[in-house]
């Protein structure tokens, strides 16, 4: 199987930064779509930010301009660097990866990182 994990998370200012980091590890054959995820509780997990395996990305409205997502390949590592940090921006933040594994057969499946939280409070 794989397993993500997840760094960089803390206690910030409102108008600071951050970055988070997403290693993952195990019989990796190809990774496609990695992406960040938050949530909120009450609220279902919502998309941050995608990233293809060629470098193409997407973003939440609520990011645009603010959040950049990049990857580095060689590493299966996803990063988040996050600025201008609102209060709203408070939540779990979760890695996400599309990935092929396995030795003697492969399989692809959609993979979790266990959550890092950030919240942005004075």
């Known amino acids: 199987q794989v397993q993500l994990v997840e760094s960089g998370g803390g206690l910030v200012q409102p108008g600071g930064s951050l970055r988070l980091s997403c290693a993952a590890s195990?019989?990796?054959?190809?990774?496609?779509?990695m992406g960040w995820y938050h949530h909120v509780p009450g609220k279902e997990r919502e998309l941050v930010a995608t990233?293809?395996?060629?470098?193409?990305?997407d973003y939440a409205d609520s990011v645009k301009g603010r959040f950049t997502i990049s990857r580095d390949n060689a590493k299966n590592t996803v990063y988040l660097q996050m600025t201008s940090l609102k209060p709203e921006d408070t939540a779990v933040y979760y890695c996400?990866?599309?990935?092929?594994?396995?030795?003697?057969?492969?399989?692809?499946?959609?993979?979790w990182g266990q959550g890092t939280q950030v919240t942005v409070s004075s």
């Open positions: 195990g019989r990796i054959l190809n990774i496609y779509d």
């Open positions: 990233i293809t395996s060629t470098g193409s990305t």
């Open positions: 996400n990866a599309d990935a092929r594994y396995g030795i003697m057969t492969s399989q692809r499946k959609n993979f």
